[in-house]
Structures are given as C-alpha cells and as structure tokens.
C-alpha cells in the first residue's frame, strides 16, 4: 500500500465531505484499489492489505455516496455525504473545542520590559549587533493596522521625523523591530541599504526613515538579557504560539475584515481577499506572493505524518485515526521581479522568434504583478526572507494533496492550505 496522506475537508453546512488521497506513486501503477465507504470509516483495500481511516468521532458517512471520484497521477479524490452526527459518541472532554480556544495575538508583544536592558545578537552567529540598549519605551510600529495618529498624538506631520526611534526605543511591528541606526552601525554591515550581520552576512533587514532606521527581520535577531553582569540569558524576541505562517494568515484575515465604526466586522460573507506578499532576499531581489485566501476556517482531518505502512495487524489492516484542525483554503502563485515592469511590449519585437512566447509570457506575469500592486483593494505585506520561503514550502506541500485537475488553475495560480490548530 502507498497510500501517503488521507485529507478530507468537512463541510458540515453543506453535509458533504471531500476526501483527497496522496500516494507515493502514481495510481497506473496499482492495478487494484477498492474504496468501502461505511458509516464511521473509510477502507482503501488492495490485494493484500487495506488501509482504514476512522471517520465515526467527526460524523457519519452515508454509506454508497461517492461521488466525483478523480483518480490521476499520486492523487485520488471524492465527495460524501455526511450528517453531523458522529457515529460513535465521544465522551472524551478534550475534544471539547471550548477548552482548546487559544488567542492568537497578531503582532505579539516582544519578551522586553521598558527599564530592562538587552543587546540584540545576530541569530545565525550569535554575534552582538548592537550596543547595549537601555529600553525605555516599547512601542508598535504603525503599520497597516495601526494608525500613525494613535503612535503619536500631539505630533505635526512630520511623521518620518517621529517616527525614528530614539537610542532607548525597541518599535515593533508584524515580526520586525525598529531601532535607532546609531545602536547598530559599528556591527552591521550595509549595501544598498541592506543590512547584514557583519560577521556572518546574514540579511538582516534593511535601512528606513532616510537611514536613521532599521527595520530588522525578528527571525534573524535574538535578545540578551543583562540582568547583571555575571548571568546573561538569550531569548527569542517573541514567543511563537502558532506556527509563523499561520500567524501570518491571521494577520492577513485581521488586515483585510472592513470594520464598522464600533469596530464589528463588516461583510462577514465576502468570498475571499487578496494580498501581495513581498519578500527581500539576501541578494537585494524582489520576490512576490499573490495570495487569494478562498476559506479562512475550514475544518479538515488529516495525518500529520506519513501513513506508517507496515505496522498493519494480523488481518492485514492498517488502522488510522486522523486529526481535526482548520485551515486556510488559498490560491497562490510566485512571481519574481522583472527588469520593466509592464511596459516591456518594444523590446519584445528584438527577441528571436524561440522566445516570443517566453517573452510574451514575462510580459504578462509584470503586467499581472503591476496590477496588483496599483489595486488599492489588494493588501501589500513585507515579510522575511525566511517566512516567505516558510510559506511557499508549505503550500508547495499542500498542494501536492489535491489532484492537479483541482491544483492548477487557467491563470496559473495554485491551490493549497495552510493548516492549522483551532
Ligand atoms: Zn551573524
Ligand atoms: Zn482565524
């Protein structure tokens, strides 16, 4: 048996169930699958062995109602109908979806206390970045979600003045901080107004506010504590509570809710939002994430790790439980920044005629990327390096579950998710 992963998305509000299967191998190869669906399970059974996924914790499958069943490549995939009722009733309290609420802060607060004193090291090389910085006032940085007017209040215009911090100032945003350039300079190294870690090159961030700034990737930096001199603790800036990805998805859903004026979420039903994650890399390119979140809380049951084959019992049978999470159902798509951007229609005319269609195609994806960045409704997000990569990982994994009748659509976005705990 090569059955890899089981993922059945539930959709209790529409009573159907879409199960998608990953194989290690492409299904032409398996001369024999036979799906049984029961009420409280799914049974993929080959010759020898069969694989059964336990469904009757979640609901009850109505046995005999598979339909759309896609078979391609790795991939197979159909549809059940399901009732809410589980088949089996579960008395256990830790399924009790109440207890396992968790808050999710969208721009968590950095482990740093005003009066308490820190150097910033580089993550890579441990290397002191900064001289020591004693922290006098911890503030978020306004951002997208966070009005300048309500960072300084009794303050002109002149915001790119107020807004450099001061040698006692740690500023925080989604992921990044922001200190004086003056804490700095003797440890960093520039080029272009990117930052990097002088000893070990790593990319740091880059120069803002006319170089009295910078803006710091959190995943780069940690923090030492001087309690005193002797006993020097180091600590990430933040503590992760979630998974740096799903923490970003949530900050993308909370930038893009419209909001009434008593702060209640406006159109609540609206379909799916669309921002535009740019990323710098270490080589001082572009890179860009086109993001359209379809679901935002879509229950899913899956394995987390690969089916264990082998571990079957005497009758040849592989049992498999499968965990709830939830997850954001989204299409995606890369896009690397071009020379010209758009206007590239004069030069196309020089290329030789085996590149017409590579051209052509450059052309359309710089026009598709300038739209999106000129689209006042689409959200641009900055994140690291290191994050963007995170991300586009994980939903080049993801969509590997889907068929590609379903992964790839006409304009050359792919469909994923992100998982994650509820
Ligand atoms: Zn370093
Ligand atoms: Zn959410």
């Known amino acids: 048996m090569s059955l890899r992963y089981v993922c059945v998305e539930v959709r209790h509000n529409l009573r159907c169930a879409n199960v998608f299967l990953q194989f290690d191998h492409s299904l032409t190869e398996t001369e ?10 799914l049974t993929f059974r080959e010759y020898s062995t069969a694989t059964r996924v336990a469904l009757g914790k979640f609901f ?48 968590p607060k950095p482990n740093i206390e005003e009066g308490s004193q820190h150097i910033v090291l580089c993550k890579n090389c441990k290397c002191e970045l900064s001289t020591i910085l004693q922290c006098q006032r911890v503030r978020e940085f306004p951002s997208g979600s966070i009005d300048v007017n309500e960072f300084f209040c009794h303050h002109g215009p002149k915001f790119d003045e107020v807004l450099v911090p001061q040698l006692t100032d740690f500023f925080y945003g989604f992921q990044f901080v922001v200190l004086n350039s003056e804490l700095a300079q003797q440890q960093v190294k520039m080029k272009d107004k990117h930052v990097y870690c002088r000893r070990c090159l790593q990319y740091l961030g880059e120069n803002v506010l006319n170089d009295n700034a910078m803006k710091l990737w959190m995943d780069t930096l940690l923090l030492k504590c001087q309690i005193n001199d002797k006993d020097d603790t180091i600590i990430n800036i933040v503590n992760e509570k979630v998974t740096p990805t799903c923490q ?11 909001t009434d004026v008593a702060g209640e979420p406006l159109l609540q039903q609206i379909h799916f939002c669309k921002v535009l994650l740019e990323a710098t890399f270490p080589c001082r390119k572009r890179k860009y994430l086109l993001l359209q979140v379809l679901e935002k809380h879509l229950q899913v049951l899956r394995n ?9 019992n005497n009758n040849n049978v592989l049992q498999v ?34 590149e017409t269609s590579s051209a052509s195609s ?6 598709l990327l300038k739209n999106w960045k000129e689209d006042m409704s689409i959200h641009v997000l900055k994140v690291s390096p290191t994050l963007f990569g995170t991300l586009l990982d994980e939903l080049d994994e993801n969509a590997l579950l889907l068929p590609e009748l379903y992964r790839y659509t006409h304009d050359h976005f792919q469909l994923s998710y992100i998982f994650y705990e509820d």
């Open 60 to 107: 009850t499958a109505e046995a005999r109602t598979i339909s759309n069943l896609t078979v391609e490549e790795c991939n197979a995939s159909f549809r059940l109908t399901i009732t809410s009722e589980p088949a089996q009733v579960t008395t256990d309290s830790t399924e009790n979806p109440i207890n396992n609420k968790r808050k999710i802060y969208i721009t």
């Open 248 to 258: 970003l998805l949530h900050k993308i859903i909370e930038d893009t809710v419209v």
């Open 362 to 367: 450059t052309s359309s994806d710089s026009m």
């Open 321 to 354: 439980q499968l965990e709830q999470c939830k997850s954001f159902k989204l299409l995606y798509r890369l896009l690397d920044e071009t020379e010209d951007e758009g206007g590239g229609d004069d030069k196309r005319g020089e290329k030789d005629s085996g």
């Open 32 to 41: 024999f699958l036979k799906i049984v669906v029961e009420n409280d399970a």
């Open 304 to 312: 987390t790790k690969p089916l264990a084959h082998g571990s079957h």
